[in-house]
């Protein structure tokens, strides 16, 4: 018989219309060897002492409503023109705090409440 090679983990995916605080953002990297960031995240309910995560994954042009989309316009800011100046350091999105508008897939959506 085969043996598992899985280890467990206590986190759970985000979910839509929850607040999180992001606590760590690290580099990950799949058994098949896809490329990506965990981000690792709490609840802001006082009450709620799950660990949260999701990785989002690496790709050369990412969509906004993707995964990794959705963080860096979240995180990101405007010019004075309104246009969009991407964040793509992750070191400035920690303790950042972020509601889950929509987590369906090709719609998500986060935004910062921190602003």
């Known amino acids: 018989m085969p043996m598992i090679k899985s280890q467990l983990i206590n986190e759970k995916d ?3 219309g929850k607040d ?3 606590l760590e953002v690290a580099d990950f990297v799949s058994p098949k ?3 990506g960031y965990k981000v ?6 006082l009450k ?3 660990v949260y995560s999701c990785i989002l994954w690496k790709r050369e042009k990412v969509g906004l ?3 990794l989309g959705a963080f860096i316009v979240a995180l990101s800011a405007f010019n004075e023109d309104g246009e969009l100046v991407p964040n793509y350091d992750t070191d400035t999105w920690l303790n950042r ?5 929509d987590w369906t897939e090709k719609k998500r959506k986060v935004v910062s409440i921190d602003d």
């Open 65 to 67: 409503n993707s995964k």
């Open 33 to 35: 060897n896809d490329k």
């Open 97 to 101: 705090r972020i509601h889950i508008v």
């Open 48 to 50: 709620d002492k799950q």
């Open 40 to 45: 690792t995240l709490t609840s802001t309910n």
């Open 14 to 16: 985000v979910e839509t």
């Open 20 to 22: 999180y605080v992001i």
